[in-house]
Protein backbone atom coordinates (compact mmCIF):
# COMPACT_ATOMS: atom_id res chain seq x y z
CA UNK A 1 0.00 0.00 0.00
CA UNK A 2 1.68 3.21 -0.74
CA UNK A 3 2.21 6.35 1.62
CA UNK A 4 0.05 9.72 1.52
CA UNK A 5 1.91 11.80 -0.11
CA UNK A 6 -0.08 14.72 0.91
CA UNK A 7 -1.14 17.83 -1.62
CA UNK A 8 1.15 19.28 -3.71
CA UNK A 9 3.21 22.23 -2.95
CA UNK A 10 1.83 25.78 -4.25
CA UNK A 11 3.45 27.23 -7.23
CA UNK A 12 5.80 30.17 -6.61
CA UNK A 13 7.65 32.15 -9.44
CA UNK A 14 9.33 35.61 -9.34
CA UNK A 15 9.62 36.31 -13.22
CA UNK A 16 11.58 39.88 -12.74
CA UNK A 17 13.78 40.79 -10.52
CA UNK A 18 14.27 44.71 -11.15
CA UNK A 19 17.54 46.78 -9.81
CA UNK A 20 16.34 49.95 -8.68
CA UNK A 21 18.40 52.95 -7.14
CA UNK A 22 18.13 51.74 -3.14
CA UNK A 23 16.59 48.26 -3.87
CA UNK A 24 15.42 45.59 -5.30
CA UNK A 25 11.51 45.28 -7.18
CA UNK A 26 10.42 41.98 -7.29
CA UNK A 27 7.31 40.68 -9.11
CA UNK A 28 5.37 37.77 -7.39
CA UNK A 29 3.01 35.31 -8.66
CA UNK A 30 1.66 32.28 -7.00
CA UNK A 31 -1.82 30.01 -7.31
CA UNK A 32 -2.16 29.62 -3.44
CA UNK A 33 -5.29 30.99 -2.09
CA UNK A 34 -5.62 34.20 -0.19
CA UNK A 35 -8.07 33.72 2.48
CA UNK A 36 -7.18 33.61 6.26
CA UNK A 37 -8.10 29.67 6.55
CA UNK A 38 -5.76 28.70 3.81
CA UNK A 39 -3.21 29.74 6.19
CA UNK A 40 -0.47 30.76 3.54
CA UNK A 41 2.19 32.67 4.30
CA UNK A 42 5.27 34.67 1.76
CA UNK A 43 8.21 35.44 3.02
CA UNK A 44 11.42 37.99 0.97
CA UNK A 45 14.37 37.92 3.01
CA UNK A 46 17.62 39.79 1.78
CA UNK A 47 21.45 38.87 2.93
CA UNK A 48 23.52 41.65 2.11
CA UNK A 49 27.43 41.15 3.08
CA UNK A 50 29.19 44.02 3.40
CA UNK A 51 32.83 44.88 4.23
CA UNK A 52 31.38 45.52 8.34
CA UNK A 53 29.49 42.43 8.36
CA UNK A 54 26.03 40.83 7.05
CA UNK A 55 23.07 43.13 6.92
CA UNK A 56 19.75 40.96 6.65
CA UNK A 57 15.79 42.40 6.15
CA UNK A 58 12.78 39.93 6.07
CA UNK A 59 9.47 40.04 6.02
CA UNK A 60 7.24 37.69 6.70
CA UNK A 61 2.93 37.97 5.42
CA UNK A 62 -0.11 35.97 5.23
CA UNK A 63 -1.85 36.14 2.03
CA UNK A 64 -5.15 37.15 3.06
CA UNK A 65 -3.50 40.14 5.19
CA UNK A 66 -0.98 41.65 2.38
CA UNK A 67 -3.00 44.94 1.50
CA UNK A 68 -4.09 45.58 -2.49
CA UNK A 69 -2.41 49.00 -3.21
CA UNK A 70 0.84 50.56 -4.73
CA UNK A 71 4.18 49.65 -3.74
CA UNK A 72 6.22 52.04 -1.55
CA UNK A 73 10.01 52.34 -2.66
CA UNK A 74 10.46 54.68 0.22
CA UNK A 75 14.02 54.60 2.02
CA UNK A 76 12.30 53.33 5.62
CA UNK A 77 14.92 50.12 5.27
CA UNK A 78 12.33 48.18 5.08
CA UNK A 79 10.82 45.54 3.36
CA UNK A 80 7.37 46.28 1.55
CA UNK A 81 4.88 43.54 -0.09
CA UNK A 82 2.02 44.16 -1.72
CA UNK A 83 -1.09 42.74 -4.18
CA UNK A 84 -1.15 44.09 -7.24
CA UNK A 85 -4.08 46.95 -7.63
CA UNK A 86 -5.17 46.32 -11.00
CA UNK A 87 -3.31 43.40 -12.77
CA UNK A 88 -2.89 43.01 -16.30
CA UNK A 89 -3.44 39.96 -18.05
CA UNK A 90 -0.93 37.17 -17.41
CA UNK A 91 0.63 39.87 -14.94
CA UNK A 92 1.73 38.52 -11.48
CA UNK A 93 -0.37 39.14 -8.59
CA UNK A 94 2.30 40.31 -6.07
CA UNK A 95 5.18 43.19 -6.08
CA UNK A 96 7.83 43.62 -3.31
CA UNK A 97 10.49 45.89 -2.68
CA UNK A 98 13.81 44.93 -1.07
CA UNK A 99 15.84 47.83 0.06
CA UNK A 100 19.12 46.44 -0.60
CA UNK A 101 22.15 48.62 -2.64
CA UNK A 102 24.62 46.37 -4.38
CA UNK A 103 25.25 42.63 -4.10
CA UNK A 104 22.74 40.80 -2.24
CA UNK A 105 21.30 37.35 -1.86
CA UNK A 106 17.22 37.27 -1.97
CA UNK A 107 14.98 34.44 -1.21
CA UNK A 108 11.26 34.83 -1.56
CA UNK A 109 9.01 31.84 0.19
CA UNK A 110 5.87 30.41 0.34
CA UNK A 111 4.57 28.21 3.22
CA UNK A 112 1.16 26.42 3.63
CA UNK A 113 0.17 24.40 6.84
CA UNK A 114 0.38 20.81 5.12
CA UNK A 115 2.35 21.49 2.35
CA UNK A 116 6.31 21.58 1.61
CA UNK A 117 7.44 25.03 1.40
CA UNK A 118 8.24 26.47 -1.84
CA UNK A 119 11.47 29.04 -1.97
CA UNK A 120 13.16 31.00 -5.39
CA UNK A 121 16.61 32.43 -4.49
CA UNK A 122 19.01 34.94 -6.57
CA UNK A 123 21.32 36.90 -6.11
CA UNK A 124 21.80 40.35 -7.68
CA UNK A 125 25.16 41.80 -8.20
Known amino acids: ?29 TDAPATLDAGVVLRVSAVRTIGTGTSRRSRAVPLAKIVRGRLSTGFDDQVHIVRVLRPRLAQPAYAAWVPAPGRVTITVTLTAPGRAPVTVSRRID
Open 1 to 29: MPGYAGPPAYSLTVPTWTRKPGGVLLAID
